[in-house]
């Protein structure tokens, strides 16, 4: 048996991290938890939605009655510009306890101003205005942060306290452990072969087609190698850019264009709207560094494993040890590559 | 405002990643998914299922009329000993497509014959033997395996796909990788400091005792100071302990009291049967050496955050850049201190 077809580890070179990969598992009988479908009809408009135009929100603010996309704070955000004036470390002749200020922002970024509505929903010029709308936030608090977290949650299961479709910016002063991992990663890679790992890993892949997805003359979508949720891809620019920032009009609209399509084949996979997590990894700004190791990229985190109701649980070993997944990223792959570009919704009756 | 009453960050020493913390942030209202209570009264006995005493298996083997605990090999492991007869590495000119094999054993432990009992409601004889069965297979396969994993998900909202109450254990040859991140902080700790990280740990924890939860002659239950989860937990040995293998009779009779005060503690938040991953870390086996900057330790990893409802979910930003949570860790404890050690089911009526 090939090394790939029995139990195995793979290494994600991002992270420095393995996952565990048991492809026989994927036959066991499931006797867990399903998760309840919410595919009940949203109005185009809700009265009672924060996020709708026109609508009040509870800090009195008024929605604009907008066209495309709206950006305003978050009222409720985990960081706030106000930084504590306390030292930098707690206690620091300790090794033990360590406590460092945080300062930031939290923007939430309505996709469209139709409620019911989700991004493999929207049309082109609609995700055209997304990309555009993430670049100009972007670009604005890179300014003032190191660190600006575009992201979205959606689907109940992911945590989402809103089916008004949006996504959610994070800026802070500081490097959060991920960007830092894959900074260092990416860094190192970069020193030992003077090319840059994503650069090297999307040509590698573009060559194989293995895991390829989907890709236009900019875009590149794929399953990694070390992918740890069952339909995990990460989109990653084909372009030497580090950031938002550097994006050109013809990169965005080709951006939209493979948003549509993954998203849409994702929803496609199990007929319903296909739950994640998604963000983007810029790289660290205002270093003065030129950051040609680093290379622009999405990670989609989706949590289905085997139908709308059933999903992967990360829990127990995967938190005390390390990920594992039941299927092959090959496999995986397979199963997107042959979902349609065209919305379940628009092909029934 | 002091440091710790903003927004801060904490760092993991254990890991060396940080959590954001937001603790103004638990003051939203909540909006989002609601997790169903399955309360429903289990029969002692379930005809239909795989660990209760006499029944059959799906492989064909019938389970002992078992007194305490039951120990079989997971008839759908995610791991097993036919090791792959493959070189180490899938390409090993490559440092973007790594893969090694992983061979190793899955069991599952019941740890009572009555279906619907849980850890909590189990008598203090009853967990004495549930730590001994934890200690002869640790024992035993960490004569064949480096990492031995002995873990319990609880409850179906962690994946829990039997409510019969049970914990598993995967042992396999390879270091996973939050031991291997254990190993190296505490490691680093001790060639720093001359002494072990968590024995330093517990000491200044239990001198400040705010984030105590419950300490006896051999064990220490604290809130940690970097904790992520609403309810995370660390239980310490306070001896110069590694292993599971080297627990001697009082160090069971203490730990099997530990854990039913603390899950008794957890079950009494929120009056609910409280869902939570758990795991032991034990020092890697077989390195020759003897491992004085380990101590023996189990997470506990709850995800419950406001009621038996509401669940923190470590989605977006969490998954992309850090853990992040909205009650302080010293809040947290305060609960758990305060929550009685007479579980709520017997103090009903
Ligand atoms: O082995 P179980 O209980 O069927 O499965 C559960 O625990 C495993 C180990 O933590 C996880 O990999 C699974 O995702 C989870 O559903
Ligand atoms: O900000 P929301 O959508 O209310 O909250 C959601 O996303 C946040 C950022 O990923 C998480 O911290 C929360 O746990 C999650 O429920």
């Not at 030292?87 to 996709?111: K, P, T, W």
């Not at 929903?121 to 997304?130: G, N, W």
Request: charged residues 20%; contains cysteine; aromatic residues 10%.
């Amino acid at each position: 048996m090939a090394l790939l077809e029995s139990t195995h580890r793979r290494k994600n070179p991002l992270t420095g991290r393995w996952v565990l990969v048991s492809p026989h598992r994927n036959n066991r009988p499931w006797l867990g938890a399903t998760e309840a479908v919410n595919e009940s009809a949203l109005p185009k408009h809700d009265e009672s939605c924060p996020l709708c135009p026109g609508n009040t929100r509870a800090n009195g603010d008024s929605n604009p009655d907008y066209e495309y996309t709206h950006v305003f704070s978050n009222d409720f955000g985990a960081l706030t510009p106000n930084a504590s004036d306390q030292s930098q470390s707690l206690e620091s002749d300790s090794d033990l306890f360590i406590a460092d200020e945080a300062s930031g922002e939290c923007r939430v970024i309505c996709f469209s101003p139709e409620h019911n509505k989700t991004l493999p929903e929207l049309e082109l010029d609609a995700l055209y205005e997304v990309v555009k709308t993430w670049k100009e936030n972007y670009t604005e608090l890179a300014q003032h942060y190191e660190c600006v977290h575009v992201f979205e949650n959606k689907g109940e299961i992911m945590g989402c306290s809103q089916p008004h479709p949006h996504g959610q910016i994070w800026a802070h002063s500081h490097s959060s452990t991920e960007i830092e991992a894959e900074d260092t990663q990416q860094l190192a890679y970069y020193k030992k072969h003077g090319s840059a790992m994503l650069a090297d890993y999307a040509q590698k892949e573009q060559a194989d087609q293995t895991r390829v997805v989907f890709e236009n003359a900019h875009w590149l979508v794929v399953v990694p190698f070390w992918a740890a949720w069952p339909f995990e891809t990460i989109l990653l620019t084909k372009d030497n850019i580090q950031n938002f920032s550097q994006l050109n009009d013809i990169q965005i609209n080709t951006l939209a264009q493979a948003l549509k399509v993954l998203t849409t084949k994702y929803d496609n996979v199990f007929n319903c709207s296909f739950p994640y997590s998604m963000g983007w990894h810029n790289a660290p700004a205002n270093r003065g560094s030129d950051e040609q190791h680093w290379r622009l990229h999405a990670h989609f985190y989706p949590p289905l494993l085997r139908s709308a109701t059933v999903k992967k649980h990360m829990v127990g070993y995967e938190m005390l040890a390390e990920s594992q997944r039941d299927l092959s990223a090959e496999t995986a792959a397979s199963i997107l590559q042959a979902a349609s570009t065209t919305h379940y919704k628009n092909t029934a009756g």
